[in-house]
Nanobody
Framework: QVQLVESGGGLVQAGGSLRLSCAAS????????MGWFRQAPGKEREFVAS????????YYADSVKGRFTISRDNAKNTVYLQMNSLKPEDTAVYYC????????????WGQGTQVTVSS
């Protein structure tokens, strides 16, 4: 099965930037979609951004549109989330996930990385 490992989380001041990485190993197919989710304390996990492993079809939640950018490096089997203009409400555990592009269910998840934005 696919294994996903996030990195790059940490503490950043409001207005600052941070880049998260998601390294994928195991079975990785061109028909898969990679996604980023986040979960703040006391809140449900929410979708942040996604991109297909092949093709060019990035998609963003309204809350991060214009501030976050999802990208991939197929040669490194890595997906990135560039986060700019960070706000305290962006504070959450960020998770990388993967699913077949033909489905809406994400069966593969990373362990999460903490992002804390101070005011």
């Amino acid at each position: 099965q696919v294994q996903l490992v996030e990195s790059g989380g940490g503490l950043v001041q409001a207005g600052g930037s941070l880049r998260l990485s998601c390294a994928a190993s195991g079975r990785t197919f061109s028909g898969y979609t990679m996604g980023w989710f986040r979960q703040a304390p006391g809140k449900e996990r929410e979708f942040v951004a996604s991109i297909r492993w092949s093709g060019d079809n990035p998609y963003y939640a309204d809350s991060v549109k214009g501030r976050f950018t999802i990208s991939r490096d197929n040669a490194k089997n890595t997906v990135y989330l560039q986060m700019n203009s960070l706000k305290p409400e962006d504070t959450a555990v960020y998770y990388c996930a993967s699913r077949p592009s033909s489905s809406t269910y994400y069966p593969y998840w990373g362990q999460g990385t903490q992002v804390t934005v101070s005011s």
